[in-house]
Structures are given as structure tokens and as C-alpha cells.
């Protein structure tokens, strides 16, 4: 029965380790991440908060204090994560949390937010469920929402003379969503398209060839396309030499991101009509400058959306501290009611209603340049006219 | 016809890989008996090289140099990953080794990033081999009928390696009777060393041939292990046809899923591995275990006795020390230790099985996760009250383990551990996929405790009255009378029996009695956490319990609590660092080598040799 001796042992031992002082007087924000997990996406979005952390401290911080984020690894296990997330809250002294890559995670902070009152900043997660069915007064969305994004696509998807659509997404709820999404909003569009086949590769797993010969075989006019990361790269490989984007429309969702298009090299499918990250075409205004900033800090890399998104979330939160006036709990859930930033994108707004931002998201077509993947004929489209309308939101919105 | 034949031949060539993954891992097992859950990381390993030696080697010379070269690279440090890790562990209990092959995964994976980076690498395509031929009309790639090509040749290479050799009849020979080999003066250092590297070489090749059809990233070793085991174990574990003949039949049945069920693909491989093994269990190709092969290698399992008075009242003062920290130490410090109860008594409640029982469950997150998302499902749809759903948790997980112990207790050895590992996949994916109910990846949000158990002090001390509580319990089980029965069945089934024993009845309850204290710590862990997700359903959950089990000590009562508190509070604390995979793996690995009776095993070891505690009798 030594067991619990060893616990008590083990806690004893973590209290000396853990309890070392940091900076008495920054101001700390908890951030969670999958940095080791899904290193490929999280990696850019921490130079992305690096560096914006660097210029608010260099500017004089927040409230005169610097601003200090502490950066915890949760192997994407949302277990683990609400964990870190107590630890942070309560041992480490932080005032409120962000971060997040993956949906599930970021439900589960979330879930504990709403619970123990702590506010959190959910940066990247993809899932809608976060701001609107699983929704609570304490949890915050930067990242342009899925149905946003589904919907700029089925705009355009609905100009053409396609009727037939097939889709393929990963088997999980980022996937079941970003479908649904597609097909409610097109079907409002134009109501005679029909729907022939929907292919579901479990994530990370997708069998290239047979989900190409299963959407050849059911004759599509256009594809709408949800893989990304490795599924992407195979679909685009497989689909290519059989054949299958040959005088077919197709529709990406993230395809256009750096995190995917850049991998794929001179073999990123060209034609789609995608959502992404145009950063080597911007011209000028916040946007380049963002640019310029990062690779100035980081020479030989370019920027990812994941930087953009790990940038904005600094921003998101110095701009809240500063108008909050303290980092209590009360006072910066007054302050995120329509808090405006200023962003690389422009101006953003926490929406009152739904406590999502109003980031928005680039669309373009894909080509291949220089050997490389990139956007052309992009515009940076506003989310708002694209969101549901507030009765629904409302009804989706469990009430507070 | 020509979309059915197309759809065979991507079948075809899926199985390339995996055949040659699967048939590594096969080879591995039938002469070291090791389950080397590392054969994904070799596999990754062979991706990462063969695309930067693509990358320097031009040509169609040079890709399919490159592509031998990887699986020569590979099998080298697949000897090198012997001769460290597993050498020194031979001789420690059945299956203790696969816990060195975890720590390998870790130290390989934070290897992989530091070396090559974060980002996923596309395979090059295969110089001559990028369009297609018209096969009825349906469109192939040319690198698909090259790889349909190549995969039999080495099945045939390997076939004459194993039949016609010398190697291979002391390969055959040692699968059947390894202690046998070694008598006749055959050096089986060696020999493992060489089926090592035989086996590390095919993940290699698999890895690099498989490239331009994919590319390399750091998910790919996780990713292709479960498939491994389904095609190991469908086609028998230490059979290279077998393993042929599974691949084949995996991938084609995958492709064919694909079009007609395209929502429940993954559930398709886990039912026909569960029916494959309940109409043959040792799989198409497997030959039966002989008996004695497994469970007892090594020193005979102590005789267990309750703790002395000494012993108890050592317990109830680290009770009372427990229960006095809500009063000196800080709010997350019971947050902490609520987390390393729950992960104790989940332990406990393998080991309760595996040691006591001696039945060795690959799929005991099925329970967990089970009991879990019964509370939460009952909470979600039924807004039952939290008392009700938790009482609810360890009665499902126990419902669940009396219906899928009736199926496993019927097999034993590794082709029990696998049966319960399908039916634990089984679970998962159909968690994962019925999105409608489950909430898929999604999860179930929003699960917290009753008003009067909402804050952490609360809930701290109802986890340590319920989990010490359970703990106490399964270890009382192991002293009573029942006990006795399960360790008779476990030490000699044939002898049990003749004594009047029902053995498999004994067994089932085991089974059971298992499932549903897991399944309490799956109530625990759902209102502790507030929510629940597939990930506690997954591979990764069972072997975490599994490997603290022998970590701790296998044979001993109270390893898996000692070992899953050290792993927790270890993991707890290296997270914290940059590279606290490659740190855990090494630490893990460390572990194994220095106290190959586990933790708690060694310790008395010791003990009895500097004379702190006295030695047993039965010694003397």
C-alpha cells in the first residue's frame, strides 16, 4: 500500500516545482495549445502571439504592465487541457484563457469556462457549436466561423450552371458542419442543385483512390472540398492524375490556407474557388505590414493564417485589458460586449449577440506560380452579411 | 465492371503498405513475442528518409535506391532500438517489453520534429510512373500496378527467406519453440536481433513505397498502428500470409466501404476483425498457442497476503494526509490529485484483471469511456440527476464487459488482449461516427456535478472517498475467497478446473468486475472534467493503463496505482518542457531497464536485500 504515498510524494513534489515565482507584476494569459500534436499549425500560430507580444511590450504594455502569455502543452487531449486550464486560472495566476487549435478541445475549455466563470478567447477552433448550440456568456470566438466561410463559397458556387454537387470532408463535426453549412446555403441560392454523393474519410485516414473513383463514379458537375493538412495532399494527388478536377468546379474550405497550399508545391490544384491566405499578394495597409513584421522577425519563413490568427489574438486581448481598465473577471466580460480591434484585416467586432468576431476571410482562385500554390482574383470579404440571422442565432444559443 | 476492377486494383495497391508494415510486426511477434506497438514509428521513420533521400538521389535510379536505402536505414535503427531497449528486458515478465516500445514511440516522435520539422512533407512522385493506363476505361495509376507488382514479390522474397533458408528455419523454429532453439545451441540474441532488423527494414520499405501515393508527417506512426494490429490479428499474429491475405482484404473491403457506406468506414474494419476472430481465433492463418507459451515467464507470482497492521495503519495515515490537503495546499493541487485518483482506480481496475486474473486487456478504455458517456448521454438526453448518471456509470461499463467478456474469456493469451482491443475500437468508432447521438468528436459538453458537489473541494473529496474506496475494494477482492478462485484459474486453468472451479464463469466475472470499477472512474472523470470526447475511448487511453500497470509492477497488488501515479504526476510536470515527449520516453525507457519488475517489484526487491522487508518464505 504504498500507492498513496507516492501520490502524496508526487503532489508535494509538484507544489516546489510549479510554485516558481514568474514576473510579479505581468499581466498573464493562459495559453493552451497542441503544440506537439499538431505541431505543422501550432508552431505558426506561437511566432504569430511571440510577435505581437514583443510589440505590445515594447509599445509600454497593458495598463503599464507588460503582457505575458504562458504557453502550456495538452497533447490535444481535452481531458488533459481543462486540467492545464484550472492549473492556469488558479495556481499560475493568469486572468483569463485562449488558444486551441482543435475543435473538441476548445468545447471542453469552454464547458469550464462557462462552469468556473473564467473567461476564454477560443483563437482557431473551427467548430461553430463553440459560440452558437454549445455556447455560454464567458467563451469568445476569433476565428471566422464555418458556416461564414461555407457560405462565401456556396455564393459563388451558385453563380455557375452546375446542378450536380458532390462533397468530401473529413468524418468529424468540422466536416458534418462545414457540409451542411454548404448545402443550406446553396440550396437558399438556388434550389434545383442536388447533392450525389457526400464521401466521409475518417481525419488523417482518407484512402485517396477509392474516395476519387467513388466521386467520379456518382458524375458530378462540381466538388465541394473540406479535406485538408495530409487528406488534402492525397485527394490532390489521387484526383489530379485520375482525372477528376477536369472540367469540374471545385470548392475549398481552408484550401487556400498556406498551412495547405504550400506543401502541395507545383502540384496544388488549380481552378478551385477556395477560402485562405493571400499574405504574398497584399499590397499594402495592415495587412503588409503584418507581413513585413513577420518575416522580419523570423527570416526564411513566411507568415501562416495560423500567425495571423495567433497575431490577432494579442491584439484581441490587449485591446480588451486596455478597455476593461483591470483584469478582473467582471470588468473584462463588460469590456468584450462590441470590443472593437484593430487587426492586420482591419477592424473586428465582438459581437454582442454571439461573442463571435467578426474576422473575415480571404477568397480567391487557386493557380500555380513560380512553382508554388498560391491565390489569384482574391477579395477580403466581411463575415457579417454572410452570418445567420439573429433569430436564429438566438434560437440556437442555449439561454443564459 | 471497369469501376468494380478500378476499385479492386486501389484495394490492391493500398494493401502494398500495410502488407509490408503488417508483415514486419507479424515476424517481430512470432519469434520475440514482443508487441512492438513502435512499428508505426518505424514506418514513419521510412517516410521521412525515403522523401529526403528522394530529394538528393535524382532519377528513377535514384527513387527506388532511396527507397531501399530508407528500409536499410530503418532496420538499422530498428537493431539499434533492440540491442538498447529490448535486450535488456527479455527476461522480465510476458509483455513487458511492449512498455520499452512506448517509451521508443515518444523518443522517436519528438526525434522526427526536431529533425525534419512540423511541417507534412508530400512524397515525390515516382519518376515513369505519373499518369495513368486505361483499364475499361476506368483510369489507374501506373504507380498502383506498380506497387500490385511489387507487393508479391515480397511476399515471395520473404517466402523463400523463411522456407528455403537456414535463417528461416531457425526463424520457424523459434517461433514454435524458442527455448528449444536456444537449448540447441542456436545464439537467439542474435536471432531476435536479425528478425528486428528484418521487421524494422519492411516498416522502413513500407513507409518509403508508399510515398507517392501520400507523403511524410508526424501523425503517420499513430495513424497506421491500429490497422497493423487489425491485419496482424485477422491474419494471425506471426503469419507472413496471413498478413498478405489481411491487408488485401482490409483495403479492398476499405475501398468498397468507401462507395457504399461511406459514413462508417472505420467500423467496418473492427467488425470483421471481431468476427473473424470469434469463427477463427487465432485468426485465417494463426496457429494455437501452445499452453505455458504465455503468463508465466520467469520467477513464478508471489503468493499474495493482506497488508499487516504495519501496512494499514501506514495506509490510513496517507488517507488522513490526503483527505487534511484540501485544508494547507492550493485549489489546483486537488484538481491535480482528483485527476491521479480517477487515473489510479482505472489502473487498479486493469490490474485487478491482468495481474490477479491474468487476463490481459488490450481495450480497457472501453469501460472508462463507456462508463463515461453512459453518465453523460443519460445527463445530455435525460437531464437526469447527477447522482442517478453517475451510479448509471460503472453499471453500463459493467453491462459492457459482461457482453463482450462473454466473447473474449472463450479465447486466451495475445488473441484474448486483441479480441478486447476490436471490441474497444468497435466502441470508439461507433462513438466517433454516430454523430447524432454521440456528438462524434464533438463530444458531450456541459456534464458537471450536482449543486452540492460543484466545487473542487467537494468533488475532491467525493473522488477520494469513491476512488480510495474503489481501490480498497478490488484489492479486498483479491483476498477473498474469489480471489483466490481468479488466481487458481490464472495459474493453472486445467488444474482449477479439476478442482470443481467453473473457470470461465470465474473469468467473466472478473471480466465484469473489471469493467464496471473502470467504469466508475469513467463517471469521475466526466464530472470532474465536465465533458467527454472519443479520445477517452481510444487505443492511446487502454495501453496508458496498460503500460502504468507494468510499470508499477505487474506482479505485484498495488503497481498499477504506484505506476499510474508517477506517470501522472510525471507527465504533469514534464509537459511544462519543450521537448517533454522525448524526456518521457527516456524517462519511461530508463525505467524499464533499471526495475524490470516494475516499480513497485524492484523496490521490494531491494527491500529484501538491504533487509527492510523480510523475504517471503517460500524463498528461503
Known sequence: ?400 | MGLFVAQLLTGLANAAALFLVASGLSLIFGVTRIVNFAHGSLYMLGAYFGVTLMNTLPGVFGFWTSILLSGLIVGVIGIAIEVCVLRPVYRAPELFQLVATFGVILVIQDLTLMVWGAEDRLGPRAPGLKSVVRILGEPVPQYDLALIAITPFILLALWWLIARTRVGVLVRAATQDREMVGALGVNQSWLFTGVFFLGSALAGLGGALQLPKGGADLLMDLNIISAVFVVVVIGGMGSIPGAFVASVLISVLNVFGVSYIPQSTLVLMYVVMAVVLLIRPYGLFGREEKAGEHGQVGEPDRPIRPAGTKGRLFVAALIAALALVPLVGENFTQVLITDIVIFCLFAASLQFMLSTGGLVSFGHAAYFGGGAYAAALLVTYADTPMELAFLFAPLAAGLLALIFGWFCIRLSGVYFAMLTLAFSQLVWSLVFQWYDVTGGDDGLVNIWPAEWLSGTTAYYYFTLIVGVGGIILLRQLAHAPFGYTLRATRDSARQAEATGINVKLVQWSAFAMAGAMAGLAGGLFVFSKGSIFPNELEIGKSFDALIVVFLGGVKTLSGGVVGAAFMESAKDWLTRLEYWRLILGLLIIGVVIIAPDGIVGTLRRVGERIGLLRTQEFMR
Open chain 1, 1 to 400: 500500500m504504498k500507492q498513496i504515498k507516492t501520490v502524496v510524494a508526487a503532489a508535494a513534489a509538484l507544489l516546489t516545482v510549479t510554485g516558481a515565482a514568474l514576473a510579479a507584476d505581468s499581466i498573464k494569459i493562459g495559453e493552451i495549445n497542441h503544440y506537439k500534436r499538431l505541431a505543422a499549425f501550432a508552431e505558426p500560430y506561437k511566432k504569430g502571439v511571440e510577435l505581437a507580444l514583443d510589440e505590445v511590450n515594447e509599445a509600454g504594455g497593458v495598463l503599464g504592465r507588460p503582457l505575458e502569455f504562458i504557453f502550456r502543452d495538452d497533447n490535444g487531449k481535452p481531458g488533459d487541457a481543462v486540467k492545464i486550464a484550472e492549473e492556469l486560472m488558479t495556481r499560475d495566476g493568469a486572468v483569463m484563457l485562449t488558444g486551441t487549435i482543435l475543435s473538441n478541445v476548445g468545447l471542453a475549455i469552454s464547458s469550464l469556462a462557462g462552469e468556473k466563470k473564467y473567461i476564454y478567447l477560443a483563437a482557431e477552433p473551427l467548430a461553430d457549436a463553440l459560440v452558437w448550440e454549445s455556447g455560454n456568456p464567458y467563451t469568445f470566438r476569433l476565428r471566422t466561423s464555418t458556416f461564414v466561410q461555407a457560405a462565401m463559397l456556396a455564393e459563388e458556387a451558385a453563380k455557375t450552371d452546375a446542378v450536380r454537387y458532390a462533397t468530401i470532408a473529413p468524418n468529424y463535426a468540422y466536416g458534418t458542419a462545414a457540409v451542411e453549412a454548404f448545402k443550406e446555403n446553396l440550396k437558399k441560392l438556388k434550389p434545383e442543385v442536388e447533392f450525389v454523393t457526400e464521401q466521409w474519410p475518417a481525419l488523417f485516414k482518407i484512402d485517396a483512390g477509392a474516395e476519387v473513383q467513388a466521386i467520379e463514379a456518382a458524375k458530378p458537375d462540381a466538388i465541394f472540398n473540406v479535406t485538408f493538412g495530409t487528406d488534402l495532399q492525397k485527394f490532390v494527388r489521387e484526383g489530379t492524375t485520375r482525372g477528376l478536377f477536369d472540367g469540374r468546379n471545385v470548392y475549398g474550405l481552408l484550401t487556400g490556407e498556406p498551412e495547405y497550399l504550400e506543401p502541395l508545391a507545383d502540384e496544388a490544384p488549380e481552378g478551385w474557388f477556395v477560402t485562405g491566405y493571400p499574405w504574398y499578394d497584399v499590397k499594402d495597409g495592415p495587412a503588409k505590414d503584418f507581413v513585413d513584421a513577420y518575416i522580419a522577425a523570423y527570416p526564411g519563413e513566411t507568415p501562416k493564417i495560423g500567425s495571423l490568427v495567433g497575431y490577432m489574438t494579442v491584439e484581441s486581448i490587449a485591446a480588451l485589458i486596455e478597455k476593461a481598465g483591470s483584469t478582473d473577471t467582471d470588468a473584462l466580460l463588460a469590456a468584450f460586449k462590441d470590443l472593437k480591434v484593430e487587426t492586420p484585416m482591419g477592424e473586428i467586432v465582438y459581437r454582442d449577440i454571439d461573442n463571435q468576431s467578426t474576422m473575415g476571410a480571404y477568397v480567391g482562385t487557386t493557380a500555380v506560380k513560380d512553382g508554388k500554390g498560391v491565390m489569384v482574383d482574391w477579395e477580403y470579404k466581411n463575415p457579417v452579411a454572410y452570418m445567420p440571422s439573429d433569430d436564429d442565432i438566438k434560437a440556437k444559443r442555449p439561454a443564459e
